[in-house]
């Protein structure tokens, strides 16, 4: 048996009052005692002074294709398998030394990630998507989902749990990394839309609609998706939060609004323009996820990591920033965000995202203390994913 222990401790839910002592025998935890107890005969303790020990952070919205880099989509086509695998192994490397011990990816390139599932070794728990499902032409076209009509959208999500996805991906508006798609403008009817929640939802699997424009996160709430990404709602001329729709969404789905951008960073001048001719811009976007919060709806800390230079695999601690920050989300809840909630969007309750006896022993202790100073949560000083610990060089 080991433990950590730190003077501070989030449990995923909550802050624990005097730290904790997290005890762990292979890859799972088997108790957590109050930080100034005694460890257990024969136990060796790794002592975090002045640091925080929370689960593993979630990131609930991530492209393992992506390398980051400037033209991290649009590279994707012109890659080997062997290349495209290397950039797979990069991102979860990255991930894993940020202290990032679990993913959802949402934008696999055909089945290159789902097919690594079963994979064993240093890497996150991966929940996958397969290629998102998208219009003929439609957001993220290239990715290898381009569908229409109902018994065709039924079919793609059947083709996906066969193939061993933990959620589906739907595209209902255009994207800002898709030239010649409308963000403001909806890719699938409501007949259509129902038909991939109704199906999925048969085979048990969760559906979360890509959604930047007003009416495809409404028409995605109308036919009863289980998360929206992104939620822009934006209307051309900037965002837009009717009343209904807000108490709709505290009511319903819950919310990756893709916050996290890497300070000092600006997105492409070609992503900056597609944003700026529907009046979107970070700022904006910041207060409106503002507005959410307020409204009550359930936000989770996931990104769009690996989409480009703004977005850096690992980076889910700039997003909870955010929601702690300029989006006015209390410190537990934005840290829920990133670990118990986030864990419950991507199926991985009772797994992880608390420390508790019984869950995986995903653990991050920081360099700092998480409760004066949020920016801790991007300086891991320990990163544990199921048992076993994170080189982090
Ligand atoms: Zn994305």
Redesign the pocket.
Known sequence: MRGYRAPRAFDGERFLDGGALVLVEGSTIVGVEPGTAPAPEGCVVTDLPASTLLPGLIDT?V?LCGDGGPRALDQIPELDAAALDAVVTAAEQASLRAGVTAVRD??DHRWTVLQRAGRDGERPTVVAAGPPITSPGGHCWSMGGETSGVQALRHAVRERAERGAGVVKVMASGGVLTPGTDLTACQFSLEELRAVVDEAHRLGLPVTA?AHGLAAVERGVAAGVDGI?HCSCLTGSGTHLPAELAAALAAGPVVCP?VGFLPGVDPPPHVQARMAAVGATVEQHLSHVAGLYRAGVSLLAGT?AG?GPVKPHGGVAYAVADLAGPCGVPLADALTAATARAARACGLGGRTGRLAAGYDADLLGTDGDVTTDVTALQRPRVVVARGREVPLG
């Open positions: 919205h492209h949402l934008g890509h990404e893709t769009d989409i």
